[in-house]
């Protein structure tokens, strides 16, 4: 399966706390996105990264790709309650046409 | 601001209905494209379409047609509903090119009676 898979699969911080997902891959890759998604709504793309770079930097975002290990992490600093979401990795197979979603790890920043 | 726009939030059909999901985007992205999410399972891509009249089958097109007569509108067909089919249904579109960031309706979450 080119399926990513996240970990944890499930994650809960207090606010202000700093939360990291993980998510790995098993093919070559052209490039690495991540999205939000709130309950019942639909998803949002944070950032993307591209195979020949290392680490990107979006407001609270961090998100780092090592392609020799075939993952990718995401970094949220100082979280807030507003964070609490699911959040997905989703990567385009080298020389395919369409986006893989991993399974999601569902955040919860607690008050 | 970018727009995809989905016709229905919540849908409840019958077994063997024909049922008709609309999304129309805003933003004249050439590609559209159609998941369903569940539960454990993630994003499974059912349809996508990179032209007007052109589509490519996902990963799960069994039970699923579409129809894109119009840059900004996809359907999704089911042509003869049934209970696995009961799922959250989301469209979503991007620029021109593969692997492009795509921006999300808010779904349509669809039952099956």
């Known amino acids: 399966s080119q399926q990513g898979e996240e970990d944890p699969q499930a994650l809960s911080i207090q606010e202000g706390e700093n939360a990291t997902m993980n998510c790995s891959y098993k093919?070559?890759?052209?490039?690495l996105q991540w999205y939000r998604q709130n309950s019942g709504r639909g998803l949002v793309h944070l950032i993307l990264?591209?195979?020949?770079?290392r680490e990107k930097h979006s407001g609270r975002l961090r998100v780092t790709l090592d392609t020799s290990k075939k993952s990718s992490s995401l970094l949220i600093t100082a979280s807030r309650a507003a964070d609490t979401a699911s959040y997905f990795c989703?990567?385009?197979?080298?020389?395919?046409?369409?986006?893989?979603f991993g399974a999601g790890t569902i955040l919860r920043v607690k008050s | 601001d970018v727009k995809v726009t989905q016709s229905s939030r919540y849908l409840v059909k019958r077994t063997g209905e024909k049922v008709f999901l609309e999304c129309v985007q805003d933003?004249?992205?050439?590609?559209m494209f159609w998941y369903r999410q569940d539960p454990g399972l993630g994003l499974r891509l059912i349809y996508f379409s990179y032209d007007v009249k052109m589509k490519e089958k996902g990963d799960i097109p069994e039970g699923y047609s579409v129809s894109r007569e119009k840059k900004e509108r996809f359907s999704l067909i089911l042509e003869s509903a049934s209970t696995n089919q009961t799922s959250m249904y989301l469209c979503?579109?991007?620029?021109?090119?593969?692997?492009?960031?795509?921006?999300f309706g808010d779904g349509t979450r669809l039952s099956i009676l």
């Open positions: 990264i591209r195979s020949n770079e």
């Open positions: 093919t070559s890759i052209n490039n």
């Open positions: 933003m004249d992205h050439e590609n």
């Open positions: 979503a579109s991007s620029s021109q090119g593969y692997g492009q960031p795509q921006h």
């Open positions: 989703a990567f385009r197979v080298e020389y395919g046409n369409k986006l893989v």
